[in-house]
């Protein structure tokens, strides 16, 4: 990772740690989308763990974490494309839920 996406990475994640509420409120809502961003960026396990446990979307942390396995068994970071295609493709759709790969993100809580 470039040396400024990384900074800028533990940059939103300290001021997101700082600022986030401890009950869920809108704030979490409007925060999925970076939340699943700095997942899919940072190589840092604690973060990444602190990161799923604050997705109050079930979606978006089934999608983070299939994301995650995928990028671990690749060696590296998944372009956006190919992460489009492992949430919204039929393969392994049913290792979350059933009724096809529309389940795994909901764009919705992305405003």
Same mark, same amino acid.
């Given at each position: ?14 001021i997101v ?5 401890p ?11 970076? &939340?699943?961003?700095?997942?899919? =960026?940072?190589? %840092? ?7 799923? @446990?604050?997705?109050? #979307? ?5 999608a ?15 372009s956006?494309?190919?992460?489009r295609? &492992?949430?919204?493709?039929?393969? =392994?759709?049913? %290792? ?6 529309a389940y @795994?993100?909901?764009? #919705?809580?992305f405003?």
């Amino acid at each position: 990772m470039p040396p400024d996406i990384h900074n800028s990475l533990n940059t939103v994640l300290a001021i997101v740690q700082r600022t986030f509420p401890p009950t869920s409120t809108e704030l979490h809502d409007r925060l999925q989308w970076p &939340l699943f961003l700095a997942g899919i =960026e940072t190589k %840092d396990a604690i973060y990444q763990e602190w990161i799923l @446990l604050r997705l109050t #979307s079930r979606r978006v942390a089934a999608a983070l974490q299939r994301t995650l396995d995928a990028q671990a068994r690749a060696g590296r970071r998944l372009s956006m494309s190919e992460i489009r295609n &492992l949430l919204y493709s039929d393969v =392994e759709c049913n %290792d979350f839920a059933a009724g096809g790969p529309a389940y @795994l993100i909901d764009v #919705s809580v992305f405003g």
